[in-house]
């Protein structure tokens, strides 16, 4: 089953359970992100991204320019381990992993949650790529991906067990955009995947792809 066709009927199910006053103020959230043009900041193909430096979930400082001198790099922004459509992300990702890595590109995923929620991320979805922690969110804010989680959404999350401030920190809502990037070895965006849509992510088939095309 592709990514898609799992988001689809994740989504189908929430549909029947979820109280329709609920749906309707998380698509009103979804189209006002949208609406900000948000989307038109973030970097685009032949854009350079910026370095950046991350702990992994062991704790261990990572670089981009490290990883970019053994080959290209795949970057995938997640909200949360509490997010079910990253999980279902992560986990696709995880299935093409060997492909990735036969074409000599590394996978990394950068996320705004603290260390410790980061590594039962990567446990919980027995991930074999490394998971960075992106505290208070500051590299994904200088690529225009982030946003905060609107007021009237957070009783909303809460009363699905969600509490972001336990994940990122206190008094941090801070969330990138569904976003993943395929870098080519001279720190170019190849391809760009940006999405308002928090349920948008991008198949992993077509990472492989744009990694072929290089």
Same mark, same amino acid.
């Not at 492909?99 to 410790?116: G, R, S, Y």
């Given at each position: 089953?592709?990514?898609?066709?799992?988001?689809?009927?994740?989504?189908?199910?929430?549909?029947?359970?979820?109280?329709?006053?609920?749906?309707?103020?998380?698509?009103?959230?979804?189209?006002?992100?949208?609406?900000?043009?948000?989307?038109?900041?973030?970097?685009?193909?032949?854009?350079?991204?910026?370095?950046?430096?991350?702990?992994?979930? $062991?704790?261990?400082?990572?670089?981009?320019?490290?990883?970019?001198?053994?080959?290209?790099?795949?970057?995938?922004?997640?909200?949360?381990?509490?997010?079910?459509?990253? $999980?279902?992300?992560?986990?696709?990702?995880?299935?093409?992993?060997? $492909?990735?890595?036969?074409? $000599?590109?590394?996978?990394?995923?950068?996320?705004?949650?603290?260390?410790?929620?980061?590594?039962?991320?990567?446990?919980?979805?027995?991930?074999?790529?490394?998971?960075?922690?992106?505290?208070?969110?500051?590299?994904?804010?200088?690529?225009?991906?982030?946003?905060?989680?609107?007021?009237?959404?957070?009783?909303?999350?809460?009363?699905?067990?969600?509490?972001?401030?336990?994940?990122?920190?206190?008094?941090?809502?801070?969330?990138?955009?569904?976003?993943?990037?395929?870098?080519?070895?001279?720190?170019?965006?190849?391809?760009?995947?940006?999405?308002?849509?928090?349920?948008?992510?991008?198949?992993?088939?077509?990472?492989?792809?744009?990694?072929?095309?290089?």
């Amino acid at each position: 089953m592709s990514l898609q066709d799992q988001i689809a009927e994740y989504k189908a199910g929430f549909v029947q359970k979820a109280p329709l006053n609920v749906q309707e103020l998380m698509k009103l959230a979804t189209q006002n992100l949208a609406d900000s043009g948000i989307v038109d900041k973030a970097p685009k193909v032949a854009d350079t991204l910026p370095a950046f430096s991350l702990p992994n979930q $062991n704790g261990d400082e990572v670089t981009l320019a490290a990883l970019l001198a053994k080959g290209p790099v795949v970057v995938t922004f997640y909200r949360g381990g509490w997010c079910p459509y990253c $999980n279902l992300e992560l986990k696709a990702y995880q299935d093409q992993l060997a $492909n990735i890595k036969a074409q $000599n590109a590394t996978l990394v995923a950068i996320t705004p949650e603290l260390p410790d929620a980061s590594l039962s991320t990567a446990e919980k979805n027995a991930l074999e790529f490394e998971v960075l922690s992106d505290v208070n969110s500051a590299y994904a804010k200088s690529l225009g991906l982030v946003f905060s989680l609107p007021e009237e959404l957070r009783p909303i999350y809460l009363s699905f067990g969600i509490d972001v401030e336990k994940h990122n920190g206190e008094g941090q809502f801070d969330l990138p955009l569904a976003a993943t990037f395929v870098i080519a070895q001279d720190g170019t965006v190849a391809s760009a995947f940006v999405d308002a849509d928090y349920t948008a992510r991008q198949e992993p088939a077509e990472i492989v792809e744009a990694l072929k095309a290089l």
